[in-house]
C-alpha cells in the first residue's frame, strides 16, 4: 500500500471469514448497481432501499458487498463513490454466500463471502488516489474472467439463435456511445437507456445496451475507436426488430476499460491501425449490415405527421421508423442526366469515385483490385395530401425489389423501356416503410431512407379522394400514350403527363372533382383522320396558403 495506509491494518478479501467482526477492507471498486426500492416488510406503507458493489483487493480476490437502508442513506451512500473509485469500509458483517440463489443476480465472485453494510455499524470512505497504491488502482484494467474467455462479436453473429438468453464473454472496441435517453414506465418509475456500438476484427457494428444509471456513467467516459473493454457475463439475445444478435448489460455485469491483457493489445493494435479506413459513415453501414423486422413496424404517418415526429426527435442519435401510405411523386430513372447505379466499394461499401477510380475509404484503385459492384443508388420525392418528402433515399437490394430488377437488367433496358418501368410506380398509391432521423447535412433537414415500397392493398388505409381519382386518369393516359404510335403525339402526351406529375406534386391540399371532359385535337405532321384524345381538366377548389400562390378556382389545362 502507499506510505499513508502503511501503518493501518487491513484484513485482505482471501482472509475473509464469517461473522468475523472489527475489520477493515480496502479495494477498488470494479461494479456498480443502481439503487432500488421495496416495499418494507415490517412498516407497511414505507419502502427500504439496497444497491450493491464489487470490489477488489487482488488479481485473485473480489467480493460482493450489499448495502440496505433508508432513502436518504442508500441514495447518499450509492452518490459517493463510482466504479473505479478506491474505498475502505470498516466494520462491515460478513455473511457467507448462497451460491447458486446470489449469483443469479449477482457478479460471480471466487469468494465464499459477503459484505453486508449498516447504517448504524459501517462506514465507507472514499481514497484519493495519491493515497492509494498504483498496484491496487491497477486492478481496475484487469478482466474478472480469464483473458482468453471470451467471445469474438463475429463468433456470436455466426452461432446466431444458438446463443439467443446465454450469458457470455465479450472483447470489443468501443465504436460509438449514443447519448442517454430518459423515460417513465406505466407505473410511474423512471428508467434510462443508452445505446454502445461495438466493433472487432470480425464485425464492424454490434448494439450493446446499458439499462443502469452505473454502466451508462461508464458508457460515456469512453472514446470510440480508442476504448477497447472486456465485457464479463453480458446477456446476448436475438432482436427480433432489428433482426440481429445484440448484448445487454445486466446486473451480474462487469465492465473493464482498456483492460491490460494480450488480446485487448492486439485488438488495441487492430483499431489503431484501421482508425482511418474502416470509418463508415451511417449509410453505408446501414447498406450492408442493417435488417430491420418490418412486422415490428405498425406506427402510421402521414408526411405531415412524419415531420413533427423527427423534429421532436431533434438531437437524440436514434433514427425513428414509419409506415407511409403515398405516393412516388419524383423517380428520375430514364433521365440521363441523373445518376441512379453507381459503383460501390465491395470492402467497405462506399461509393468510388468515377473521377479518380479510387475509393476514398479504402484507398484502393478499384480497377486493380477488382473491389466494385453496381448498385442502385437513387433520390425520390414521396407525397401524400399533406405535404411531400423530398430526397429520400432508394437504394440496393430494396431498390431492386421495388422496381422488379437488377441492376444489370436494368442497364440492359432501352430508354423507353425505363420510362414504360417509371410510370408503373409514379402515381400510384404505395406502403412506404422509412426509416428517419433529423440531419442538418441533409438538404431537406431530414435524412430518409426507403426500407421497403411496395404497391399498396386498396383495403389497407383509407384514401383521399384527390388520390382516388389521379392514379385513375393517369393510367389512362398512360395507356394512350403507350399504344400511340406517332412520335409527335406521344411526345404531346408525355408532356401532358409530366405536366400532371408537377401539379399533383405542388398540392399540399385539394379537394376535387372530376371536370369536364374536352376534346382536343393534335396538330399531327402526316396525312389522315387527326387522332382525337380525352384530357381530363381538375377544378381546383380548395387550396392551401402554400400551394404556390395559385389563385383559387383556377383551372389546369394541357
Same mark, same amino acid.
Given at each position: ?14 482472509? /475473509? ?34 444497491? #450493491? ?209 494480450? &488480446? ?11 482508425? &482511418? ?26 408526411? &405531415? ?68 459492384? /453496381? ?15 423530398? #430526397?429520400? #433515399? ?96 406521344? #411526345? ?49 377548389? &380548395? ?16
Amino acid at each position: 500500500m502507499a506510505n499513508s495506509f502503511a501503518t493501518r491494518t487491513f484484513t485482505t478479501l482471501s482472509d /475473509l471469514q464469517p461473522n468475523m467482526a472489527n475489520l477493515k477492507v480496502i479495494g477498488v471498486v470494479i461494479g456498480k448497481t443502481d439503487v432500488k426500492g421495496f416495499p418494507d416488510r415490517k412498516n407497511i406503507g414505507s419502502e427500504r432501499y439496497t444497491f #450493491s458493489f464489487t470490489i477488489r483487493d487482488s488479481p485473485a480476490h473480489f467480493v460482493n458487498a450489499a448495502s440496505w437502508g433508508n432513502e436518504d442513506y442508500i441514495k447518499s451512500l450509492s452518490d459517493s463513490f463510482r466504479v473505479g473509485d478506491c474505498v475502505i469500509i470498516e466494520n462491515p458483517l460478513i455473511q457467507r454466500k448462497e451460491i447458486e440463489r446470489e449469483e443469479k443476480f449477482s457478479p460471480a465472485t471466487p469468494s465464499n463471502c459477503k459484505l453486508l453494510l449498516s447504517e448504524n455499524h459501517s462506514t465507507v470512505k472514499v481514497c484519493s488516489s495519491y493515497e492509494v497504491d498504483t498496484k491496487l488502482l491497477s486492478l481496475i484494467h484487469l478482466p474478472v474472467k480469464e483473458s482468453h474467455d471470451y467471445y469474438s462479436l463475429g463468433d456470436i453473429v455466426a452461432n446466431g439463435h444458438s446463443l439467443n438468453g446465454r450469458i457470455i464473454n465479450v472483447l470489443a472496441a468501443v465504436k460509438s456511445v449514443g447519448e442517454p435517453k430518459y423515460f417513465t414506465t406505466s407505473d410511474r418509475r423512471k428508467g434510462q437507456r443508452c445505446e454502445v456500438r461495438l466493433y472487432d476484427e470480425t464485425e464492424s457494428s454490434f448494439a450493446m445496451t446499458c439499462w443502469d444509471n452505473e454502466s451508462i456513467l461508464l458508457a460515456q467516459s469512453w472514446m470510440p475507436r480508442e476504448t477497447v473493454i472486456f465485457v464479463s457475463d453480458v446477456r446476448i439475445s436475438f432482436d427480433k426488430f432489428r433482426n440481429c444478435m445484440t448484448a445487454t448489460v445486466i446486473s451480474k455485469t462487469i465492465i473493464t476499460t482498456n483492460p491490460e491483457t494480450p &488480446e485487448a493489445n492486439i485488438l488495441l493494435n487492430f483499431i489503431r491501425e484501421n482508425k &482511418e479506413t474502416n470509418v463508415l459513415d451511417d449509410e453505408i453501414e446501414s447498406y450492408f449490415k442493417e435488417s430491420i423486422n418490418l412486422s415490428t413496424i405498425v406506427d402510421v404517418y402521414t408526411v &405531415e405527421q412524419l415531420k413533427g415526429k423527427a423534429l421532436k426527435n431533434e438531437g437524440k442519435a436514434d433514427p425513428s421508423y414509419g409506415i407511409l401510405y403515398a405516393y412516388i411523386s419524383t423517380l428520375n430513372i430514364d433521365d440521363e442526366t441523373t445518376k441512379v447505379v453507381r459503383n460501390r466499394c465491395s470492402t467497405c461499401g462506399y461509393i468510388v469515385n468515377e473521377a479518380s477510380n479510387m475509393c476514398t475509404i479504402c484507398n484502393k484503385n478499384s480497377l486493380d483490385f477488382k473491389s466494385v459492384f /453496381l448498385s442502385f443508388d437513387m433520390l425520390i420525392d414521396l407525397t401524400d395530401h399533406t405535404g411531400t418528402l423530398h #430526397s429520400c #433515399s432508394l437504394t440496393g437490394s430494396v431498390a431492386e425489389e421495388t422496381l422488379g430488377c437488377t441492376v444489370n437488367e436494368f442497364l440492359a433496358m432501352t430508354d423507353e423501356q425505363k420510362t414504360a418501368l417509371k410510370w408503373q410506380f409514379l402515381l400510384e398509391r404505395s406502403k412506404i416503410y422509412l426509416k428517419f432521423v433529423v440531419s442538418h447535412r441533409a438538404r431537406s433537414g431530414l435524412k430518409i431512407s426507403v426500407l421497403s415500397c411496395k404497391l399498396a392493398d386498396p383495403t389497407e388505409q383509407p384514401q383521399r379522394k384527390l388520390l382516388n381519382f389521379t392514379p385513375l386518369r393517369v393510367t389512362c393516359f398512360r395507356a394512350q400514350t403507350a399504344a400511340c404510335e406517332d412520335p409527335p403525339l406521344r #411526345s404531346l402526351l408525355t408532356n401532358i403527363l409530366g405536366g400532371l406529375t408537377w401539379y399533383f406534386r405542388r398540392l399540399h391540399v385539394l379537394h376535387d372533382r372530376i371536370g369536364k371532359k374536352e376534346k382536343v385535337r393534335p396538330q399531327r405532321r402526316d396525312a389522315g383522320s387527326p387522332l382525337r384524345v380525352q384530357i381530363v381538366v381538375i377544378r381546383a377548389s &380548395e387550396m392551401c396558403a402554400t400551394c404556390w400562390g395559385c389563385p383559387t378556382q383556377s383551372l389546369f389545362t394541357c
